[in-house]
């Protein structure tokens, strides 16, 4: 059964920079394949502290999102890890392009060689990663190129709505994920911001309606209002079961697999 553990679930500035929650990534195990996105800050550490510890040299991929450094300050030396200190040419990542090219890349040459395969997100394509089928949905996300991702495997469809301004299209995007993860920065909203604010991911949540629904990646307003209540209420709300994710939580493939929830509609077996 595959499981999706959130190793930090801080998304501002302020959160990251005193650690309030940690910035680790996300570990998604699927079918066995084994992916970690966002690397932020402290992901190396937080991955060998976990409960068991996970293994980087276990990895297939590293999904870099967007390069903002609350993402990707750890990819370096996780890419390293990967490839078991660089003495294995191993693994994949998977990045925007500006994260590889530019004036400023965060992923360095140093480490390229250690990777197996590096790949850019390419709108409209689909990545594979053994027998995971990733699709990279566009967002818009201040002057950096972002992507929230799609997956796609044995064990159903998963969305991550990483960080974005709101718009009209994103929930068509996330059509059929069983399990949706949004980055929910403010508890309220407020115009012309890059993120996604509570009422906003409400709007996402209720138009997917997925079997389960996962916020993290909070803010301050987001902390000081009790994130575990704020899902409930939201839940209420939309009528769509939606938690808080906490630093160390594991949810497991049960938690969004059809079996587990009848969708409307269909009388429960
Ligand atoms: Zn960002």
Not at 95 to 109: T, W
Request: with cysteine.
């Amino acid at each position: 059964m595959g499981y999706v553990k959130f190793l930090g679930t801080a998304g501002a500035r302020f959160v990251v920079a005193r650690q309030l929650r940690f910035s680790a990534g996300t570990w998604i195990e699927l079918g066995g394949t084994r992916l970690l996105l966002d690397p932020g800050p402290g992901t190396l550490l937080r991955l060998r502290k976990s409960r068991p510890p996970l293994d980087p040299t276990k990895l297939d991929a590293i999904l870099l999102s967007h390069k903002h450094l609350d993402h990707s300050t750890d990819v370096n030396i996780v890419v390293e890890a990967m490839a078991d200190g660089g003495y294995k040419r191993r693994g994949t990542l998977l990045a925007p392009s500006d994260a590889l090219e530019g004036d400023d890349p965060v992923v360095l040459r140093y480490v390229r060689p250690f990777l197996e395969r590096i790949e850019t997100w390419r709108p409209g394509d689909e990545h594979g990663v053994d027998r995971v089928r990733i699709r990279p949905v566009p967002h818009l996300h201040g002057a950096v190129e972002t992507y929230g991702l799609v997956l796609d495997s044995a064990e159903g469809r998963l969305g991550f709505v990483t960080d974005c301004r709101f718009t009209a299209d994103l929930a068509g995007n996330y059509a059929g994920c069983q399990l949706l993860v949004l980055n929910v920065v403010m508890k309220d909203w407020k115009p012309d911001i890059d993120h996604l604010s509570l009422p906003q991911a409400g709007e996402v949540i209720a138009a997917v309606r997925p079997n389960l629904a996962v916020l993290t990646h909070f803010g301050t307003t987001m902390l000081r209002g009790n994130p575990r209540k704020l899902a409930q209420g939201l839940s209420e709300k939309v009528g769509v079961e939606v938690i808080a994710a906490a630093d160390g939580l594991t949810v497991s493939g049960e938690a969004w697999s059809d079996r587990a929830r009848p969708r409307a509609g269909e009388a429960p077996q």
